[in-house]
């Protein structure tokens, strides 16, 4: 299992939509996420400075094949059409990076 957490920021005036959309994610795109062996996924939010910090564990083999199946769930792709516009990339995150993925420098069981 490999845990793995990001951050991105969310746009001030989208914060409501965003945690509206969050407490009812659509089926659909909660199987897809099971189905990429992703689990215990968990986003947080600090206020006021709209950063979000995602945490999952992944129990998979593929990391970069699971998050491909996942890239072209059309379901999942229209999921990303109304979540996308409420976040604000980091200036700081690497190429090809929507969420800024973060080094686990810690971890205690």
Aim: glycine share 6%; hydrophobic share 40%; proline share 5%.
């Amino acid at each position: 299992m490999q845990r793995m957490g990001m951050m991105i920021g969310l746009e001030q005036e989208k914060v409501s939509e965003y945690k509206r959309l969050h407490a009812d994610v659509w089926p659909g795109v909660l199987k897809m996420i099971s189905d990429c062996n992703i689990r215990n996924y968990s986003i947080f939010l600090k206020e006021p400075e709209n950063v979000l910090f995602g945490y999952w564990e992944y129990h998979g083999e593929d990391f970069a094949a699971d998050a491909a199946k996942m890239a072209a769930d059309p379901e999942t792709q229209r999921w990303w059409d109304v979540c996308m516009p409420c976040q604000k990339p980091l200036d700081t995150r690497k190429d090809g990076e929507w969420w800024a993925m973060m080094e686990e420098v810690f971890h205690l069981d």
